[in-house]
């Protein structure tokens, strides 16, 4: 039950594009269509951005989109924002009913 | 309006045991499979055990199988995770959760800190 993979940290200037990568194994998100995508402001709940790889729930804004190829999901947050500064994490189905976490991405908007 | 609310949480010592509690409101608790999610300071999210609609089935992360069991009763609408053996690195703020993924409320946490 190894984490997913992330980078540490990401950055951007406003109003550009960022892409944060998470990278697992066959057995979790290159087994399942269920790769999600969490939004964490310091001393906040962490928020659900992206559900099964790329649907965005209500409220959620376009800007922020996710794919997946093979054992690597990823999550592009386009023209940033000031508010997009946050930690990331993203999440993956692993089979028998449980979860796996990736290790969270520190965005920075420059 | 959906709202998870955890209790039970506080300063324990190494081997002592804790109950948390969540109580769900705004949505058929008894439709959802429910999940903790644990995070400690500092630290990213672990997903530490998660529990069918009827009970029937559920399932933890290695490091606590055979200390900690995820349950939950229905007609009060409300999960549990009953914590024996706490370690130091079981310090954390606990979250209930919907779902196993796609995890679309969270409750606001409760913070269990383990140390003499």
């Known amino acids: 039950q190894s984490a997913l993979t992330q980078p540490p940290s990401a950055s951007g200037s406003p109003g550009q594009s960022v892409t944060i990568s998470c990278t697992g194994t066959?057995?979790?998100?290159?087994?399942?269509?269920?790769v999600s995508w969490y939004q964490q402001h310091p001393g906040r709940a962490p928020k659900l951005m992206i559900s099964?790889?790329?649907k965005r729930p209500s409220g959620v804004p376009d800007r922020f989109s996710g794919s997946k190829s093979g054992n690597t999901a990823s999550l592009t947050v386009s023209g940033l924002q000031a508010e997009d500064e946050a930690d990331y994490y993203c999440?993956?189905?692993?089979?028998?009913?449980?979860?796996?976490f990736g290790g969270g991405t520190k965005l920075t908007v420059l | 309006e959906v709202q998870l609310v955890e209790s039970g949480g506080g300063l324990v010592q190494p081997g002592g045991s804790l109950r948390l509690s969540c109580t769900a409101s705004?949505?058929?608790?008894?439709?959802?499979?429910m999940t903790w999610v644990r995070q400690a300071p500092g630290k990213g999210l672990e997903w530490v055990a998660s529990?069918?609609?009827?009970?029937?089935?559920?399932n933890s992360v290695d490091s606590v199988k055979g200390r900690f069991t995820i349950s939950r009763d229905n007609a009060k609408n409300s999960l549990y995770l009953q914590m024996n053996s706490l370690r130091a690195e079981d310090t954390a703020i606990y979250y209930c959760?919907?779902?196993?993924?796609?995890?679309?409320?969270w409750g606001q946490g409760t913070l269990v800190t383990v140390s003499s």
């Open positions: 959760v919907r779902n196993i993924v796609s995890n679309d409320f």
């Open positions: 999440s993956s189905y692993a089979g028998s009913n449980r979860g796996v």
């Open positions: 705004g949505f058929t608790f008894s439709s959802y499979w």
């Open positions: 529990i069918k609609q009827d009970g029937s089935d559920k």
């Open positions: 066959s057995s979790d998100v290159g087994g399942y269509n269920y």
């Open positions: 099964e790889v790329s």
